[in-house]
Nanobody, 124 residues
Framework: QVQLVESGGGLAQPGGSLRLSCATS????????MSWARQAPGKGLEWVSG????????YYADSVKGRFTISRDNTKNMLYLQMTNLKPEDTALYYC?????????????????WGRGTQVTVSS
């Protein structure tokens, strides 16, 4: 069965960095685009970033553009999100999701499959 397991979250100071990882199994990873989404406390789900199946194209929400970098390793079935210059408003539960969302990304149901998430907290 499809499994997506996020890791790498934690507490970071404003201006700091974190690298999220997503280990995948149960599907042919290299055949699928992948996404990261996040949900901040008391707010709705926000699509953060997407990457083409072969890594050739990447996409970012305006809120993270220039600070976050999505990447993948198709030999290891792994997805990554390098986060730099973190801000308190980046505090959220971050989800790894299979494929691009079928819509604006505001619901996990738009992605089909997703992990349990990894918590990122940015605070001094």
């Amino acid at each position: 069965q499809v499994q997506l397991v996020e890791s790498g979250g934690g507490l970071a100071q404003p201006g700091g960095s974190l690298r999220l990882s997503c280990a995948t199994s149960g599907f042919t990873f290299s055949n699928y685009h992948m996404s990261w989404a996040r949900q901040a406390p008391g707010k709705g789900l926000e699509w953060v970033s997407g990457i083409h199946s072969d890594g050739s194209d990447t996409y970012y929400a305006d809120s993270v553009k220039g600070r976050f970098t999505i990447s993948r390793d198709n030999t290891k079935n792994m997805l990554y999100l390098q986060m730099t210059n973190l801000k308190p408003e980046d505090t959220a539960l971050y989800y790894c999701a299979k494929d691009y969302p079928e819509g604006d990304g505001s619901s996990l149901l738009q992605y089909g499959y997703w992990g349990r998430g990894t918590q990122v907290t940015v605070s001094s």
